[in-house]
């Protein structure tokens, strides 16, 4: 018979539906017992999806079938308080709404899209903070031209930097440029979770968070901490981009996030010298993704110059060049989100109950 740290090994082969990590190492399994022939776990996971609780009985039977009696209790959040995250937790309560930029990979104007939607939203009078959660890649400082500057230290916290009309924060603030992190998962988790619990964020309507690409630690740590409002998913059109964002709705539907909808970028390019727009990438593939998984197609941001030299030399072009076509569509993005987010207001997220919400006894 093996012992308790041999059958905890074992579970480390099981991973967690839709990342690359098994639920040891998220912190999910939250008992392991043995008696004789007997095992009893117990996991706490963040989804309340029941084809999440049923894979996971599934394989962790298949795993230690060799028991007589597999006593598993899978327990699985309440989503009918509002103002809690998917582990009960919220962080930070001072701020209204939070909404989650996301994209399946990178190079699709993720963070171009949070900065301007950030931007665009403190211009409806919103107040509003925009959280660099990008670890290993933070651009919003220097999009936002702050990449100079260093936050004030305030007893055992840090001020957020306020420029162009809003609260910020990255990483970038906190190391020396170009200094690269090579960093852990749990490493990763707990700087995240710093970003949030260590910064002195003010009463703010809506806090931004501009995400890392993919589906990994940064989006699970944030939706256990706080609880996310919106999701909004970033595309280009074409079908290799519209491949990888949809596990970024993926990720959503796990996670139990409301998706506001997606913003196609590099929807055309716009000729400076003649006016005309020029399909680089294709159009309107993420309109038909949008009609699939059931969301709004939020706006389709073309490719203009303004927006590349804007963020290099830290001048977003929604502060800057109000008058331009982008900026107007970043507005009209702004307007259908919060629009989504009243909807969403009074509608429960617990429409789901989990499959497994007690112990589950598997001979």
Known sequence: ???????????????????????????????????????SIKLEIPSSNPEVSKELEEKIKDLF??????????????????????SGKNLLPQVKYFIMISSGKGGVGKSTSALNLAISFAKMGKRVGLLDCDIYGPNIARMLGINDEKPEVVGTKLKPIYAKGIYAMSMALLINDGQGLIWRGAMIMKAVEQLLSDVLWPELDIL???????????QLTTAQNIPINAGVCISTPQIVSLDDSKRALDMFAK????????????????????GKEYEIFGKGNAALMAKEYKCELLAQMPLEISIRQGGDSGKPISFYEPDSLSSKRYLQACDKIISFLEKQKDVSNASIQPVITGKSACS
């Open 1 to 39: 018979m093996k012992d308790i740290n041999e059958l905890k090994k074992l579970l480390q082969n099981v991973i967690y539906p839709g990342f690359d990590k098994d639920i040891v190492s998220f912190g999910f399994l939250k008992n392991l017992d043995v008696k004789d022939e007997n095992i």
């Open 65 to 86: 079938k060799e028991f007589k009696k597999i006593e598993l209790e899978i327990n699985t959040p309440n989503l009918n308080q509002k103002k809690e995250s998917i």
């Open 255 to 274: 996670l139990h996030i409301p998706v506001a909808g997606i913003i196609e970028n590099m929807s055309g390019f716009l000729c400076p010298d003649n």
């Open 208 to 218: 931004v968070l501009d995400m890392p690409p993919g589906t990994g630690d940064a």
